[in-house]
């Protein structure tokens, strides 16, 4: 890994927990949601793609944690996804 390298995944790093976090705040938001969620996918097929396509990394705890979390959050925001659709359906309906 080169300087240039390890700047631009730290810079893709702050970005996704910069959006995360304002996700967090406005989670009702889903424009925002959907990005989100598909930070969590991004980072997923990366850290995959990474061991399984390019072998560039081992499949240690070191990679095996950031798989995970993408992973569980992946499936949490998928399940909240639903809550969400449904509350803008009830909303529609006590409007009319």
């Known amino acids: 890994v080169n ?7 730290g810079v893709w790093t702050l970005l996704s927990s910069v959006i995360r976090c ?4 406005d989670i009702r938001n889903r424009t925002l949601y959907h990005i989100t969620l598909f930070t ?12 399984f ?10 990679v ?3 798989l995970m979390v993408a992973s ?9 996804l639903q809550y969400l659709e449904v509350e803008a359906l009830s ?5 009319n």
Do not use: D, N, W
């Open 3 to 9: 300087g240039l390298q390890a700047r631009t995944f």
């Open 22 to 25: 304002l996700c967090a705040i």
């Open 40 to 51: 969590f996918f991004l980072a997923l097929a990366h850290f995959l793609s990474e061991v």
């Open 53 to 62: 396509i390019y072998h560039t990394a081992a499949l240690t705890i070191g």
């Open 64 to 66: 095996m944690a950031p």
């Open 72 to 80: 569980f959050s992946i499936m949490g925001m998928l399940i909240g």
């Open 91 to 95: 909303q529609k309906k006590k409007k």
